[in-house]
Structures are given as structure tokens and as C-alpha cells.
């Protein structure tokens, strides 16, 4: 598995998480209200961590660190697919790595 990503691959996971909140419609109905709470977070909080001034010069972001901000957001195994999204640009990356998830 691997330990780092590059910029070009951080600003994939971006991207995937922009279009998670795209693809995800604000709904009155609380389950889909929570689904686009969580992508507007996860999106939010990769952005925050991509673009601060520590981080904004590393060619290289440790992949586990930026997953455990991913998967904070992530409570339920039926949530589990906005994870997959995110990353789906890595291969063998696994949300249970990071997190424990619940039924």
C-alpha cells in the first residue's frame, strides 16, 4: 500500500469530492440532507488541508492522513460509497483502515 500521494493525485481526490457534491442534490428529507452535509464537509475539510500554507508546497501528502479526513465524516457502511468516490483514483484503499464503521 501506498504511504504517499502526489499533489497532482490530491487534486484528483478534489476533484472527486467537488463532484460528490455535484452529483449530490439538498433534499428536505433527512437522509438525503445528511449525504450532502457529509460531501460538503469532506470537500471543505480536503480543501482546508490542501490549501493552508504547510501544505500547499508539499509535492508529496500522506495518504493516511488524508483519508482519516475523509473517513471522519463516515459513520455508517451505507455511506461507505462517498469514500470509495473520493478515492477512486487510488488503488487498494480501504475506509475500514481508517475508521470503524457502523450498521
Same mark, same amino acid.
Given at each position: 500500500m501506498q504511504k504517499t500521494i502526489s499533489s497532482a493525485k490530491m487534486l484528483q481526490v478534489i476533484?472527486?469530492?467537488?463532484q460528490q457534491v455535484t452529483d449530490c442534490? /439538498?433534499?428536505?428529507?433527512? #437522509?438525503?440532507?445528511? /449525504?450532502?452535509?457529509?460531501? #460538503?464537509l469532506i470537500l471543505s475539510d480536503l480543501l482546508t488541508y490542501f490549501y493552508s500554507y504547510e501544505n500547499s508546497y508539499k509535492a508529496q501528502h500522506s495518504l493516511k492522513h488524508v483519508a482519516s479526513i475523509v473517513a471522519q465524516h463516515i459513520t455508517y457502511y451505507d455511506e461507505q460509497h462517498m469514500f470509495n468516490a473520493v478515492f477512486a483514483n487510488i488503488k487498494n484503499i480501504?475506509?475500514?483502515d481508517?475508521?470503524?464503521?457502523?450498521n
Open positions: 476533484n472527486n469530492a467537488q442534490m /439538498y433534499e428536505g428529507h433527512p #437522509a438525503g440532507s445528511a /449525504y450532502f452535509r457529509i460531501t #460538503a480501504n475506509i475500514l481508517y475508521t470503524y464503521l457502523n
